[in-house]
C-alpha cells in the first residue's frame, strides 16, 4: 500500500486549502476492515486524528467539526479534505493514513509522507 498526499501550503487565517491522497493498493474492494483518515501533527505535540472514514461511517475531531470536510472517490482509494475557516492552530504536517482505528487513536498500518499545512495570522 503506498498513499501520497498533495495540496498543502501556506495561507492566512479564515482561509481555504484541499488535500489529496491517492491510495495504492487500498480500496472498499480490497479491504474489507476499510478505513482511510487523516491525521495531523505540530510541532512539539502528538500525532492526532483529524478525520477517519470506515465501513460504520465519518467521525470528525472536534476541534475541526463544521470547518473541514471529508470526501471520497467511489473505489475508496482517494481520499480529499477541504478545509475552510483555517486557524493559526491548524498548522501541522498531514498525514493520510489507511488501514486505521476510529478516533480518538492515532493507529494505522500504512502512512504517507506528510503535507505541511500552515496558516498564518
Known amino acids: 500500500v503506498t498513499l501520497v498526499e498533495s495540496g498543502g501550503g501556506s495561507v492566512q487565517a479564515g482561509g481555504s486549502l484541499r488535500l489529496a491522497c491517492v491510495a495504492s493498493g487500498y480500496s472498499y474492494t480490497q479491504n474489507s476492515g476499510y478505513c482511510m483518515g487523516w491525521f495531523r501533527q505540530a510541532p512539539g505535540k502528538e500525532r492526532e486524528g483529524v478525520v477517519v472514514v470506515n465501513r460504520d461511517g465519518t467521525t470528525y475531531a472536534d476541534s475541526v467539526k463544521g470547518r473541514f470536510t471529508v470526501s471520497q472517490d467511489n473505489a475508496g482509494s482517494a481520499l480529499y479534505l477541504q478545509m475552510n475557516s483555517l486557524k493559526p492552530e491548524d498548522t501541522a504536517m498531514y498525514y493520510c493514513?489507511?488501514?486505521?482505528?476510529?478516533?480518538?487513536?492515532?493507529?494505522?498500518?500504512?502512512w504517507g509522507q506528510g503535507t505541511q499545512v500552515t496558516v498564518s495570522s
Open positions: 493514513a489507511a488501514d486505521c482505528v476510529s478516533l480518538p487513536y492515532n493507529l494505522a498500518a500504512y
